[in-house]
């Protein structure tokens, strides 16, 4: 163990520059993060991650922001364990109908403010899913959604482009 | 590809199936057969229903050979399987949600992915509208003073796919652990009905994220089965090249996981920068870094650069160099074998009786690997050992994935050798003759995958059955956590790591 310690301490951060905020998501963001919101939060947000269906691609994309590459808690964002601990939700998946109410009480249980971040082609328009008679489709047809972000599954770098623009957003 | 909408002429008798033929039985012979399988004759692989028939496909004893059976049942019932083979329980509660059929005989007649949430019942067959409602699920009974249970989820704490966990316990002790799942379910068997070849691809793909790879595999393999189509060898070399990728990736990630929820944090970062790099790697190579929708019916859709070649033999001589001393902070960190060693046994017995696949099964005695079992190309030309354990606990399942690692480093060494040079996939298009059925058991990094598909004359799938191993994994966790730690349970999970998604459909 010692010398994985030690060869972190040697070693350069592998840690990459922060990719310039998307563009597309400044715009959407425009309107939503008010000054009074960064007033309380600062520039720190906990994030509650809830997949409302997803084939669990984007999952694995959103677990791959925590490593050294990508190291997402730089920017004051981390993943919490509760949604009584979060001001984000980052949903995914096209909403199954088994899902619905467990995300609406999730949402519920969130306290104000809070936004909702839908990330991935299902949680857009239910993807690949849509039609069918066990999804909803959208996140934004279940809880108010504040931005999006696609891709199929969104890479790690469109994920955080996406969560730099809504930090940014903030200032 | 050229799907000319055409009336199905009728061939001579059912259509059968390729590359193992599909008979008909009649109640004694179904019945026969399920006896047979609680005695551990042969192995279930499936049990999946169409609107008035039931399949079952199995694995015969000591033969590379698939069994698939059909029992017509035109009076919506059919001779319960799971009432003398637990493991086709859910499977066959699953077929009742979806299609109506009734198992007679059941042991257990709760609905299973039919939460009442659809405003349907029985979708796939004759549906019937009902009040969109959550009906109420029966958990099991548990009694004695001191116990109390614990709901878990669906929602979870960490960055997981949902399902509902029932905890029985008796101070910090696990006395009976029920699952109840269903929550992801997409809806995936109706979505296939009618789709083109192309549109069922994708679906396919997105099954079970983490297995895209293995799931698009399985799928073409059916495909190409039915259609007997010719698949050029550097297809073939690519595909796995693909299929071990996304299994390393996914071990490595694991292995990681299941460090970190015993709390040893130093491990999961470096497995992590493996998975990393190896996640770009097929970025760079295929275009996506899990590789998404890269196998297709009759190929690949993309080839394999020469830069891209050097740069993949470059990584595994580096994981190759990382691989011992992940294996050493593993195995010679003392707390973290505290925690896995003895913890969430699954013993021989029950791995054999469930058929149970990939690194669960294999931990626990049963070797089974499609690779080797049934051989499809290009494995018989390649040589690798899969890992064997009869531990049966978290550790043994880390070490089975340490051995897996090996193995798919071993493979993608040869397959960047000996790839040869060609087309990358067959020029093929249904011939609209007849209906066709093919199938496949492919090996995902969780397990097999066995897929079962029909598809009419005007090159569309009329019906098309995706079983995840995750089927006969799930039930075996709850026997794995029953007298261990409730604390200990984040840790069995993550050891068996079983997908909601592909098993909820
Ligand atoms: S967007 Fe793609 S990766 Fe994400 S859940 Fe949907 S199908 Fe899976």
Same mark, same amino acid.
């Given at each position: ?42 520039? $720190? ?36 364990? $509760? ?89 | ?125 004759? +549906? ?12 099991? +009974? ?24 029932? &905890? ?63 698949? +050029? +060898? ?43 790099r190896i996640l770009r790697e097929a970025a760079s190579a295929f275009g996506h870094r899990l590789m998404m929708d890269r196998i297709t019916p009759g190929g690949t859709t993309v080839d394999l650069k020469q830069e891209n070649a ?59 690997d499609a690779r080797k079992a049934i051989g499809y190309a290009p494995y018989p030309r390649l040589t690798f050992e899969v890992g064997a354990s009869k531990e049966g606990d978290v550790d043994a399942r880390v070490w089975v994935r ?86 200990? &349970? ?5 050891? &068996? ?9």
């Open positions: 163990m010692q010398k994985f310690l030690l060869q972190g301490l040697l070693r350069s951060a592998l840690t990459e520059r922060a990719p310039t905020p998307d563009t597309a998501s400044m715009a959407e963001l425009g309107y939503t993060l008010g000054r009074t919101a960064r007033q309380k939060l600062g520039r $720190s947000l906990s994030i509650r991650e809830v997949d409302a269906g997803s084939c669990n691609g984007c999952e694995l994309e959103i677990h791959a922001l925590n490593n050294a590459y990508y190291d997402l808690e730089r920017f004051g964002l981390r993943f919490v364990a $509760s949604p009584r601990h979060a001001d984000v939700l980052l949903v995914t998946g096209p909403v199954t109908k088994n899902m619905r109410e467990a995300l609406e009480r999730t949402y519920a249980a969130t306290p104000d403010p809070k936004w909702v971040i839908a990330v991935g082609d299902c949680a857009f328009d239910g993807g690949v899913f849509c039609n069918s008679y066990a999804c909803v489709g959208a996140v934004a047809k279940v809880v108010p959604v504040d931005l999006h972000i696609r891709g199929c599954p969104p890479d790690p770098t469109t994920l955080l482009k996406g969560l730099i623009a809504f930090v940014e957003n903030m200032e | 590809m050229n799907f000319a909408s055409k009336q199905t002429a009728a061939r001579p008798s059912q259509p059968t199936c390729l590359p193992w033929p599909r008979e008909l039985v009649d109640e004694g012979g179904w019945l026969a057969l399920a006896a047979s399988l609680a005695k551990g004759e042969r192995e279930l692989l499936s049990l999946w229903g169409e609107s008035s028939s039931v399949h079952m496909a199995m694995l015969e004893p000591r033969e590379p050979r698939l069994r698939i059976v059909t029992l017509e049942c035109p009076e919506g019932a059919f001779p319960s399987v799971g009432g003398v083979h637990p493991p086709a329980s859910r499977l066959e509660r699953a077929i009742h949600d979806l299609y109506g059929l009734r198992p007679e005989g059941a042991s257990d007649a709760r609905r299973w992915l039919d939460h009442g949430r659809w405003g349907l019942r029985h979708p796939c067959s004759a +549906p019937e509208k009902i009040e969109s409602t959550c009906d109420p699920y029966a958990f099991l +009974p548990t009694e004695g003073e001191p116990l109390h249970q614990i709901p878990v989820g669906p929602v979870h704490a960490g960055i997981i796919e949902p399902g509902h966990f029932r &905890f029985s316990a008796n101070g910090e002790t696990v006395v009976r652990l029920e699952e109840r799942l269903g929550f992801v379910h997409k809806g995936i068997d109706q979505l296939m009905c009618g789709a083109s070849i192309e549109r069922a691809a994708r679906i396919a793909a997105r099954v079970s994220g983490d297995s895209t790879v293995a799931y698009s595999l399985a799928f073409a393999q059916a495909v190409e089965a039915a259609f007997d189509v010719d698949v +050029p +060898p550097r297809a073939i070399y690519l595909r796995a090249l693909m299929a071990e990728l996304e299994r390393l990736a996914n071990h490595f990630g694991d292995i990681g996981a299941i460090c970190n929820d015993a709390a040893f944090a130093l491990m999961q970062a470096q497995c992590n920068l493996v998975r990393e050097a740069a993949l033999l470059a990584m595994v001589e580096w994981i190759e160099l990382m691989t011992p001393r992940l294996i050493a902070l593993f195995g010679d960190t003392t707390s973290l074998q505290d925690r896995t060693v003895g913890t969430g046994f699954v013993s021989e017995a029950l791995a054999r009786q469930y058929a149970c696949g990939g690194y669960v099964g294999r931990a626990s005695g049963r070797t089974f340490f051995d897996e690692v090996k193995a798919s480093l071993q493979i993608v060494r040869q397959i960047l050798d000996d790839a040869p040079e060609g087309p990358i996939i067959a020029a093929w298009a249904p011939p609209d003759d007849w209906t066709r059925e093919g199938a496949a058991l492919v090996e995902g990094f969780r397990g097999d995958i066995f897929v079962w598909l029909r598809i009419r004359a005007d090159g569309v799938v009329q019906r098309c059955h995706l079983r995840d191993p995750s089927w006969f994994q799930w039930p075996l966790l709850e026997a794995a956590i029953k007298d261990n730690i409730v604390a200990d &349970f984040p840790l069995c999970n993550k050891s &068996f790591n079983c997908s909601y998604s592909g098993h909820d459909l």
